[in-house]
Structure formats: structure tokens, C-alpha cells
């Protein structure tokens, strides 16, 4: 349903803003109000006002007033919220002009909504819709934080026009360029594994919710697929949320995973503290046309966060990276749909779905992917040499992505990388890992049709109660650098695929739009033996049907059901 607090009782901590207000026996009847004095009103009382029943009320409570409060005590006090008070709590891009038919480019409308929330801490709602959308990318000087939330069953399409992404785009980016960075910083005493400090020789400018980076140029590993690659392997480095500081020690959130000496010539420490974004996005549909070969594609790029949560989003036609995760803490994706319903070229782009680099404590949990060259990818962000420089100069450097887990997945290669020999010209994995990467878990998931299921290039991997069907050149593929892999509760079944008998409809492909439409025909399409009947809508342009967007996926399809328009002048 819309977000709109103006209309729901809710409770939650806001600091008030008037020190007088409506007394008892004076509320007007579906009136929002903020509690400003508790007074001798009672609990039961205060729900009585509200028209609730066990809500705890504190000043600063909102609720909407069901009756008048007469006989509700003495004392109460409240202020009733204006209409900019409750239009400040949720920001609509339709206020900002956006369009939610389609028909004009609204890139600058939807911008325009994003830099206003964030800068004023309100959540930015998307209606349902469809909405020609070409891109953001955040240009505000420190750190954020951001809400994005379209209807939850009903979820908004952003699609992007062909120029757009010719040129190559990223539709949604907070990247780090921005950020607020405390450089300079030096170790003067020696680190350990599991610590839970770093000692610095000083700590000015650094504060608690920082995040603190420590980068070396000592390699964590140098396998031989790196050294012929680029001349380098990957290197130590960590990254840890700050919870503390006393003296010159900096307390973090977990614990240190290396070994790091101030004395030790031999190679190099950089470390840097920044204030981290936090990103919220959910109930949202991505959309990019395919560009040229070569030229790529992202759909959400998140770096520098903590805390992050993507939830209930749908990735269609991005070349690059579906979604880019870099230098983040404890993000959460959940329920995530990547899609490719065209063979990608396999030339100059990755055709990863969530690639994560460098994070700590990823959560990817309830993926749906289909057609992507590697569903899952986990690294470290390493360094490359560059006109002489060192790698660690390389300013993201850090190391491997370590915690991470993905579970609860259906992956399907989809033949969209797949030679048809399976001669490995052209590589397709499941879930596959670089080398940087430790402590991951892959667990409670469905593997098919990719030439290879899994790709292990990480220390301290479980791999647990995953099923692989369908045509694989490898099942799981076992680097030199894949120390203290655990495999376990696996199968092969050529007739495994999840929930045959019980599918949903995962997307719909526009093979023939039509011509001569004035309004977008009614989609219909038709009913599973015993389920749910799928639902969606179409959109027109120039007189043709040009995108059909499924709003409800249905369950209990056992075959493709059949597409029909009715409808549509």
C-alpha cells in the first residue's frame, strides 16, 4: 500500500516541537496530532483517544484522534501536525512532477526527489507506475542516508531509454567519491589477529560510526592465474565499523582478521577512517535496454555503507553488474531478481548479478536469477599498477570480502553465456568467487544449466544443502587457493529444478508489440491448474506495446502460460 504517515496511527520517537497544545476533551476527530505532555492522562486513555488498543504512548507518540479525549484525564497536551508536518515525513517524486505513465523522460523529476529526501531525512516514495528513468548518481558532500520505497505487490518500473544506456549507465549510484575521509592515519602499535583495537598514534578527526580502513601492499595471496594476469596478487586489508575510542586505541565492531607492524619495512600501511552511507531500497523494478557490445550496464551501486538494506528489487538488462557492492558493512539484500532474456555478447562486460568487493557481513538471502554470466561474485577491490605507482596507492585497495553468505537461491544460467560444447570458451558460473574472499557460505539453493556451478577461489568456504541440475561442464570448480573449503548435503539431479510443479511467471517478453494502439491493452494471462493467476500491464509507445511489466508473479505454473491483450483504442 502508498506509504503515507498522514493516515496511519503510528508510534515512534520524534522529538517534540511545541510545548503546548490540544488538552483533553479538545481533540478534533481524525486529526493527526504529536504528543507533547503525557500529563494524567493514562495509557488506556491515550488509546481511547486514539482509537488503539495496547499502544504505549510517550511524548513525542503520533497517533490520529478517534474521539474528542473528553474524561481522558487532565494535564494531556498535544500538537496538531499541519499538512507540511506529514507531507515532511514521506517526499512523493509525483510532487516533483515525476510521470508514471511513461510517457516523458522524468530522470530530472525522480533526482530531484532523491537529493531533496536526503537532504532533509525523509523517506522517497515511488508510486506504482512506469517511469522513464536514465539515472542517479549522488553528489552530496558527506555521508547520508537514504530511503527509497515504491509499493509493496504493486512495485514501480524505472526503465531506461536506449540513448542512456548506449552511452553506458548506472541507474541508481552512491558511490564514495564524496565521502567525508580522515587520511594520514598511522599504526604505532602492533596488530594481532582478533583484536578488537587498533592502536594509532592519533586519533583526531576520527569519531564513533566511523568506519576505519587499513590497506597494505602485502599480498594476502599471489596465484598464478593473477600473476599472468597482472602481475599482482591481493593483498591484506580490513575494514571495521569504530564503537569506541580511549585514548589512542579505536575499539571496532568485530575483530581484527591480520597482522600488521608499524616496524615492518618490508611493505606498506595505509589507513583511512570515513563516515559511511546507509541505503534503503525496496519494492522497486529496474530496467536498461542492451547496449552495444562492450558498453556496460549497472543497475544499483552501493559503497562505503553500513547497514544497508535492498530489498524486493528486480534487475532486468544490466551488462555489468546488477548490483555493486563495494567497501560496505552488513548489507542485507533480500528477495532479489536478476534477469537477462537475451544472450549478452561476451566481450567486454562481467554479466554479474550482486558482486561484492572488499565488504564484510553481506547477507544475500531469497535470489531469484536467470540468464547472468555469474549470479554472485565475491573479491577483494585489489590494486593494479599504474604508471609506475605502487598497487596499494590504489585508492580503494583493501582486502578479501569476508563473512558474506547467500542462501535460500535459485540460479539459472539460462544458456546465456553457455557454448552449446561446453568447451569453456566462455565462461558461465553459478556463483563464483575471485580470490579475495573468506568466511563465505552458500547454502539452501538450486544451481542449473551454467557451465560451471560454483567457482571456489576462497579461504573457509561451506558450500551446504545445494542442489545442481541440468548441463555443467563443472560442478563445483576447486582453485589452489580454495584452503579450508567445506562441502556438504549436496546433490547432482538432472531432474532437480526447484519447484517444477510449482512455478511463478518471471518475466514476460515483448516478441511482436503491434501497431496502432492509443491506450495500453488489458494484459490477460492464463490460469494455473491450481494456484495463483499471474498479473501484469503494458506499456505503449509510438502505437506499439514496447514492455510487459508482471505485477504479481502467481504460483503453481507447472508450463509457460499463454499471453493475450484485450482492450487497448
Not at 512523493?92 to 515525476?98: I, S
Amino acid at each position: 500500500m502508498p506509504l503515507t504517515k498522514a493516515t496511519q496511527n503510528v508510534i515512534e520517537g520524534i522529538v517534540s516541537t511545541g510545548s503546548t497544545g490540544v488538552s483533553a476533551g479538545s481533540f478534533i476527530v481524525t486529526q493527526q496530532y504529536k504528543i507533547t505532555a503525557l500529563g494524567t492522562t493514562t495509557q488506556s486513555q491515550w488509546n481511547t483517544i486514539a482509537g488503539t488498543t495496547g499502544q504505549t504512548y510517550v511524548v513525542g507518540s503520533l497517533f490520529t484522534a478517534a474521539t474528542t479525549g473528553v474524561g481522558s484525564g487532565t494535564g494531556a497536551a498535544a500538537v496538531a501536525r499541519t499538512l507540511a508536518n506529514r507531507f515532511a515525513d514521506v517526499v512523493n517524486v509525483l510532487d516533483f512532477g515525476a510521470d508514471p505513465t511513461g510517457t516523458t523522460n522524468t530522470t530530472s523529476n525522480i533526482n530531484n526527489a532523491i537529493n531533496y529526501g536526503i537532504q532533509n531525512n525523509t523517506t522517497i516514495y515511488i508510486p506504482s507506475g512506469t517511469y522513464q528513468f536514465d539515472g542517479y548518481t549522488n553528489t552530496l558532500t558527506d555521508a547520508f542516508e537514504v530511503s527509497i520505497i515504491g509499493d509493496d505487490g504493486n512495485e514501480p518500473t524505472l526503465i531506461a531509454n536506449s540513448a542512456a544506456a548506449n552511452a553506458g549507465l548506472t541507474m541508481l549510484s552512491f558511490p564514495d567519491t564524496r565521502y567525508s575521509n580522515v587520511t594520514g592515519l598511522t599504526l604505532s602499535g602492533n596488530v594481532n589477529v582478533g583484536q578488537s583495537f587498533f592502536t594509532l598514534t592519533s586519533v583526531v578527526g576520527i569519531s564513533v560510526g566511523m568506519v576505519i580502513q587499513i590497506s597494505t601492499s602485502r599480498e594476502w595471496y599471489n596465484g598464478s592465474r593473477y600473476n599472468a594476469l597482472t602481475g599482482t596478487g591481493k593483498f591484506c586489508g580490513e575494514i571495521h565499523k569504530i564503537v569506541g575510542i580511549v585514548g589512542n586505541k579505536v575499539y571496532i565492531e568485530d575483530y581484527t582478521r591480520d597482522v600488521y607492524s608499524p616496524t615492518d619495512t618490508s611493505y606498506d600501511i595505509v589507513i583511512r577512517a570515513w563516515n559511511p552511507c546507509k541505503v534503503t531500497i525496496k519494492n522497486i523494478n529496474l530496467e536498461s535496454p542492451y547496449p552495444p557490445a562492450g558498453i556496460t550496464s549497472v543497475g544499483i551501486q552501493i559503497q562505503q555503507s553500513v547497514n544497508s538494506i535492498v530489498e524486493n528489487v528486480k534487475l532486468k538488462g544490466f551488462t555489468q553488474r546488477c548490483l555493486s557492492d563495494k567497501l560496505t558493512i552488513n548489507s542485507k539484500y533480500t528477495n532479489i531478481v536478476f534477469e537477462q532474456t537475451v544472450s549478452m555478447p561476451n566481450s567486454g562486460v562481467n554479466g554479474y548479478g550482486l558482486a561484492t568487493d572488499g565488504s564484510l557481513g553481506l547477507l544475500l538471502d531469497g535470489l531469484k536469477s536467470n540468464g547472468q554470466r555469474r549470479s554472485f561474485d565475491a573479491d577483494c577491490i585489489d590494486g593494479v599498477p599504474s604508471n609506475g605507482s605502487a598497487p596499494w596507492v590504489y585508492p580503494g585497495i583493501n582486502g578479501p570480502a569476508r563473512d558474506w553468505q547467500v542462501t535460500n537461491f535459485v540460479v539459472n544460467g539460462g544458456g546465456a553465456w553457455l557454448p552449446s560444447d561446453l568447451n569453456l570458451s566462455a565462461f558461465s558460473f553459478g556463483i563464483g568467487m575471485h580470490g579475495g574472499s573468506e568466511n563465505g557460505i552458500i547454502s539452501n539453493g538450486y544451481i542449473t544449466d551454467c557451465t560451471t556451478g560454483i567457482n571456489c577461489r576462497g579461504r573457509n568456504t561451506t558450500i551446504d544443502n545445494v542442489v545442481f541440475s541440468g548441463p555443467f561442464s563443472t560442478v563445483i570448480n576447486i582453485y589452489e587457493d580454495a584452503a579450508g573449503l567445506t562441502v556438504q548435503n549436496c546433490t547432482y539431479d538432472s531432474l532437480a529444478y526447484p519447484n517444477k510443479n510449482n512455478l511463478d511467471v518471471y518475466s514476460i517478453t515483448v516478441t511482436n508489440g503491434g501497431s496502432g494502439y492509443l491506450t495500453a491493452p488489458n494484459v490477460v494471462i492464463s490460469p494455473p491448474a491450481s494456484g495463483v493467476t499471474a498479473t501484469a500491464t503494458a506499456t505503449i509507445s509510438a502505437g506499439a506495446v514496447t514492455n510487459i511489466t508482471v505485477n504479481l508473479n502467481g504460483s503453481g505454473y507447472t508450463e509457460p502460460p499463454s499471453i493475450s491483450f484485450t482492450g487497448g483504442s
